[in-house]
Structures are given as structure tokens and as C-alpha cells.
């Protein structure tokens, strides 16, 4: 069965470090791939999504993702993290025939 | 305007107790959706309506039951609620299934609380 892993529970960047969230997929095909962010109390926001074409995606609050085929991997990057940053970030996957898949969550907070 | 609204926002009730959720969006969405986030904030999908017909029904108990009255809507009841149904319960709707799905557009969320 298709599954999504994002192997980071919790990471702690200062602000204007960079950050990269890890997410890996375990399944034959190329799924189509998201990026959701989470506030403290919030629904959650489309970040960015890959579908096809160019493997590096830009997305919005400055973030972008890289999918890797041969890693079946779409981490995600931001080159200076700011405080408002802090929130809880899912990946997901949707495969061919099948529905949305999310990973676990990595919680990510910012210190001053 | 908010594209996918969910009232209320937080409920607390007793146990044994029925209570509805409601969702409505206005984004012209053809797919709509019922996720459980529980308490380590794993998303779980419940139930997924096209068309106000039922694509998706997951091992949900069937105390809970969905409504789509039409594809703008989609209702969330619960009857004889127990404590482990606490959590929040977030609202989607998508333009599309499958792969056809450009992504979700979610509600900020119910927190349901069951004492």
C-alpha cells in the first residue's frame, strides 16, 4: 500500500536559518505531490504541488519543493525562515485511482 | 468570503449525545470531504462526496453519517458520540478525484470535545 513518511517529528530552526522538510513516498508510480501548512488552530494551506515539468516548484510565504524521482522524494525548502514560519507541515500524495495521502506532520518551531 | 466554512468551530458535549457539523463551500467544487485529525495530528480521511454522491467511505463507524443535501454542502452528524471521537474534524472540497485532484481546499476545523 502507498505511504507517505516525513521522518522529522519536530525541528527547531532560528530565524532567517534555512529549512528543509523532508518527504518520501513509497509506491511504483510518480503520484501527483502538496505541500499543507498548519497554524496553531488553523486549517490547513496549500503551500505548493507538483504534478509534472519542471521538478523544482515555487509556492507561496517564499517556500519551494524539489520532487526526486530516483529518491521518491519532494523536500521542502525555504532559504530564511521567519517566525511566522512556525506551524505544522504535511506532505501529500495522491496516487493514480487512489485519494489523498498525508504524511504524519513535521512541527516546525522558530526561535528568536 | 471564506471558500470552505465549517460551524461550529468548537463543540463540546456529552457523551451519548448526537450533534452535527456543518460545511459549505462556494468554490464551485465538485468534491467534498470529511478528514479526523486526532491528537498526534495524523489526518485521517473519513468520507468523500462528488456530486453529492458517496465516492469514499472509510472504516468509520456508522454512528457517524455524511449528508450532501448538494454539492455545496456536506454535513458531518454523529450520533451516541464517545469520548475517543474527540478531535478535530476538518472540512475539503477539490475540483476533481483521483488524480484529477488539484489539491484541497480545507475549512479551519471543528474541535470536537467529548466529556
Known amino acids: 500500500a502507498q505511504s507517505v513518511t516525513q521522518p522529522d517529528i519536530h525541528i527547531t530552526v532560528s530565524e532567517g536559518a534555512s529549512l528543509e522538510l523532508r518527504c518520501n513516498y513509497s509506491y511504483g508510480a510518480t503520484p501527483y505531490l502538496f505541500w499543507y501548512v498548519q497554524s496553531p488552530g488553523q486549517g490547513l494551506q496549500l503551500l505548493l504541488k507538483y504534478f509534472s515539468g519542471d521538478t523544482l516548484v515555487q509556492g507561496i510565504k517564499g517556500f519551494e519543493a524539489e520532487f526526486k524521482r530516483s529518491q521518491s522524494s519532494f523536500n521542502l525548502r525555504k532559504p530564511s525562515v521567519h517566525w511566522s514560519d512556525a506551524a505544522e507541515y504535511f506532505c501529500a500524495v495522491v496516487f493514480y485511482g487512489q485519494n489523498f495521502v498525508f504524511g504524519p506532520g513535521t512541527r516546525l518551531s522558530v526561535l528568536p | 468570503d471564506t471558500a470552505v466554512s465549517q460551524t461550529p468551530k468548537y463543540l463540546v458535549t456529552q457523551m451519548g449525545n448526537d450533534k452535527s457539523i456543518k460545511c459549505e463551500q462556494n468554490?464551485?467544487?465538485?468534491?467534498m470531504y470529511w478528514y479526523k485529525q486526532d491528537s498526534k495530528k495524523f489526518l485521517k480521511i473519513m468520507f468523500s462526496?462528488?456530486?453529492?454522491?458517496?465516492?469514499i467511505n472509510e472504516t468509520v463507524p456508522n454512528r457517524f453519517s455524511p449528508k450532501s443535501p448538494d454539492k455545496a454542502h456536506l454535513n458531518l452528524h454523529i450520533n451516541s458520540l464517545e469520548l475517543g471521537d474527540s478531535a478535530v474534524y476538518f472540512c475539503a472540497s477539490s475540483l476533481g478525484t483521483g488524480q484529477s485532484n488539484y489539491g484541497y481546499t480545507f475549512g479551519s476545523g471543528t474541535r470536537l470535545t467529548v466529556v
Open positions: 462526496y462528488n456530486n453529492k454522491e458517496l465516492i
Open positions: 468554490l464551485g467544487h465538485d468534491t
